[in-house]
């Protein structure tokens, strides 16, 4: 067996893989020309201006079109997106949501900047939520389960939509790192009743920031769209005073989403089927080389395989202080493997764990709830097993063939040195 990079062997490539921004590796000339036209037309504003393009609209429309939902709303971010969802369901101080432990801050953030508390359920060997852990959360100060799909790989719904029923809670679906996954024929996003999508950079298709927000539902849609715009009514004639729907107005926020970032987004949109059909292919290949070659190493599981976008293949290692010899070995190899959010939980980040917030009082955990919310390390012990010991390998839409075969040569070279006894 050859020897190891880090140990002064040869590197299985000659150079590191390309960065992992899928949609913004295959941005290029049609992005470009739909900026340029919104630009040349002064009109980069959504509801009006000299030459509207209606860009955002249009995005809307292709995503309603493909996702198979009647209702799409673009908004600046997913942050947004989630803010405006919990706003719509009528969530917010006094009320508990929750929140898988192995998430992005936005999650659970978007959740206090709502008003409402998160608490956090534990993941399974998928490193989504576990359905099973869901009863230990539950009281009745509990109203949503915000169901995140992390990297690509969707959520079990059924049993998250069935307990959801059962319990009168709502569900929103953040996937905001799974545009284009779906779970057993549906798109994620679409199964509950609100879904969320990210276009930051970072994630599958992007404008460089961006979000939506897609749902079936025509009252949470209107809600929606007033919360995005200030709490204005889209027809202008509800708004008046004596309308019979005055008192059903509130005051909202400004999430609207620019027409550049409608613009750039149509052609993403466009895109993504080629993306996710790319990302699947690399990713399937990579993963049964791996398992071909190395029986006994673990991958992620998953709730639907064909389902998997493939933009990154997770393999969990014996331990962390394995996984984190394992990524190391593999950098010098030019295989850039990374562990999600250092290794934790997200409730271990310091501001959440210790409920900080910018309001007076620390607003809204100083809610008198029946249940106190109070969190602790070892509150998901799947989370703090798991996590650390999950390496994931990023998937370009832009891998060649070349690329899979010195992949794969390196994580086999690897993992045998470090865990095969021979
Ligand atoms: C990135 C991300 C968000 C936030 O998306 P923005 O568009 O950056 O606000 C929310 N949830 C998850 C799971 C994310 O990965």
Same mark, same amino acid.
């Given at each position: 067996?050859?020897?190891?990079?880090?140990?002064?062997?040869?590197?299985?490539?000659?150079?590191?893989?390309?960065?992992?921004?899928?949609?913004?590796?295959?941005?290029?000339?049609?992005?470009?020309?739909?900026?340029?036209?919104?630009?040349?037309?002064?009109?980069p504003?959504?509801?009006?201006?000299?030459?509207?393009?209606?860009?955002?609209?249009?995005?809307?429309?292709?995503?309603?079109?493909?996702?198979?939902?009647?209702?799409?709303?673009?908004?600046t971010?997913?942050?947004?997106?989630?803010?405006?969802?919990?706003?719509?369901l009528?969530?917010?101080?006094?009320?508990?949501?929750?929140?898988?432990?192995?998430?992005?801050?936005?999650?659970?953030?978007?959740?206090?900047?709502?008003?409402?508390?998160?608490?956090?359920?534990?993941?399974?060997?998928?490193?989504?939520?576990?359905p099973?852990?869901?009863?230990?959360?539950?009281?009745?100060?509990?109203?949503?389960?915000?169901?995140?799909?992390?990297?690509?790989?969707?959520?079990?719904?059924e049993?998250?939509m069935?307990?959801?029923?059962?319990?009168?809670?709502?569900?929103?679906e953040?996937?905001?790192?799974?545009?284009?996954?779906?779970?057993?024929?549906?798109?994620?996003?679409?199964?509950?009743?609100i879904?969320?999508?990210?276009?930051?950079?970072?994630?599958?298709?992007?404008?460089?920031? *961006? +979000?939506?927000? /897609?749902t079936?539902? #025509? =009252? &949470? !849609?209107d809600?929606?769209?007033?919360?995005? $715009?200030?709490?204005? %009514?889209?027809?202008?004639?509800?708004?008046?005073?004596?309308?019979?729907?005055?008192?059903?107005?509130?005051?909202?926020?400004?999430?609207?989403?620019?027409?550049?970032?409608?613009?750039?987004?149509?052609?993403?949109?466009?895109?993504?089927?080629?993306?996710?059909?790319?990302?699947?292919?690399?990713?399937?290949?990579?993963?049964?080389?791996?398992?071909?070659?190395?029986?006994?190493?673990?991958?992620?599981k998953?709730?639907?395989?064909?389902?998997?976008?493939?933009?990154?293949?997770?393999?969990?290692?014996?331990s962390?202080?394995?996984?984190?010899?394992?990524?190391?070995?593999?950098?010098?190899?030019?295989?850039?493997?990374?562990?999600?959010? *250092? +290794?934790?939980? /997200?409730?271990?980040? #310091? =501001? &959440? !764990?210790?409920?900080?917030?910018?309001?007076? $009082?620390?607003?809204? %955990?100083?809610?008198?709830?029946?249940?106190?919310?109070?969190?602790?390390?070892?509150?998901?012990?799947?989370?703090?097993?798991?996590?650390?010991r999950?390496v994931?390998?990023p998937?370009?839409?832009?891998?060649?063939?070349?690329?899979?075969?010195?992949?794969?040569?390196?994580?086999?070279?690897?993992?045998?040195?470090?865990?095969?006894?021979?």
């Amino acid at each position: 067996m050859s020897k190891l990079a880090i140990e002064g062997g040869t590197p299985a490539r000659s150079k590191p893989l390309p960065p992992n921004y899928p949609g913004a590796s295959v941005m290029g000339a049609e992005e470009a020309e739909q900026a340029s036209r919104t630009i040349l037309a002064r009109s980069p504003f959504r509801y009006y201006g000299p030459g509207m393009q209606h860009a955002v609209q249009a995005l809307e429309d292709a995503m309603a079109k493909d996702l198979g939902v009647p209702y799409v709303l673009g908004v600046t971010s997913c942050t947004a997106a989630l803010i405006v969802a919990l706003k719509a369901l009528g969530i917010g101080y006094g009320d508990k949501v929750i929140v898988p432990a192995k998430t992005f801050l936005a999650t659970p953030g978007a959740v206090v900047c709502a008003g409402a508390v998160p608490v956090f359920v534990d993941v399974d060997e998928s490193l989504n939520l576990d359905p099973g852990d869901l009863e230990r959360v539950m009281d009745d100060e509990v109203k949503a389960i915000i169901a995140v799909s992390i990297l690509g790989n969707p959520v079990d719904m059924e049993p998250v939509m069935a307990f959801a029923r059962k319990h009168g809670l709502y569900v929103i679906e953040d996937v905001a790192q799974s545009c284009g996954a779906k779970y057993k024929g549906s798109y994620t996003g679409t199964i509950g009743d609100i879904g969320v999508f990210s276009f930051q950079m970072n994630k599958v298709i992007t404008a460089g920031e *961006g +979000g939506a927000l /897609v749902t079936r539902d #025509p =009252q &949470l !849609f209107d809600r929606a769209v007033r919360y995005h $715009d200030q709490g204005m %009514f889209r027809q202008k004639a509800r708004y008046e005073m004596d309308s019979p729907e005055e008192t059903n107005a509130f005051i909202g926020q400004n999430y609207r989403m620019s027409e550049l970032t409608g613009a750039v987004m149509i052609e993403q949109w466009h895109k993504l089927d080629g993306i996710v059909a790319a990302m699947k292919k690399q990713c399937g290949s990579i993963r049964a080389s791996l398992a071909a070659e190395l029986p006994t190493m673990r991958f992620r599981k998953t709730a639907d395989p064909d389902g998997d976008i493939g933009s990154n293949l997770g393999m969990i290692m014996p331990s962390a202080e394995a996984a984190q010899q394992f990524v190391k070995a593999l950098h010098a190899e030019r295989i850039g493997v990374y562990i999600l959010y *250092g +290794g934790k939980p /997200v409730y271990m980040i #310091p =501001q &959440l !764990f210790h409920q900080q917030t910018a309001e007076k $009082d620390n607003f809204p %955990f100083n809610y008198p709830f029946e249940q106190p919310v109070t969190y602790t390390e070892n509150m998901c012990p799947s989370a703090v097993d798991l996590i650390p010991r999950t390496v994931y390998l990023p998937v370009s839409p832009t891998l060649t063939d070349q690329d899979v075969r010195e992949i794969v040569e390196g994580i086999v070279k690897v993992y045998k040195h470090f865990f095969v006894q021979v």
